[in-house]
């Protein structure tokens, strides 16, 4: 268990997580909608920044419980 979570969340080496790629991607998904340039793309734009920043600050190590 603790390996899969190290393989979503890790920020370096040839396997990045899939965290880290999901963060490039909103965050990509946030500038395009910045470059629209409309009211409601400027909310999106907002929006999906917002959830870039949420997953960044997402730790590098989750905690593993066992039972």
Do not use: K
């Not at 190290?6 to 395009?32: H, I, K, N, S, W």
């Amino acid at each position: 268990m603790a390996e899969a979570i190290g393989l979503a969340v890790g920020r370096d080496g040839p396997t990045r997580g899939q965290l880290l790629q999901l963060e490039e991607f909103v965050t990509l998904c946030a500038e395009f909608a910045q470059a629209l340039n409309t009211r409601h793309a400027q909310r999106v734009a907002g929006r999906l920044g917002a959830l870039a920043h949420q997953i960044s600050a997402l730790p590098a190590t989750a905690p593993v419980h066992h039972r």
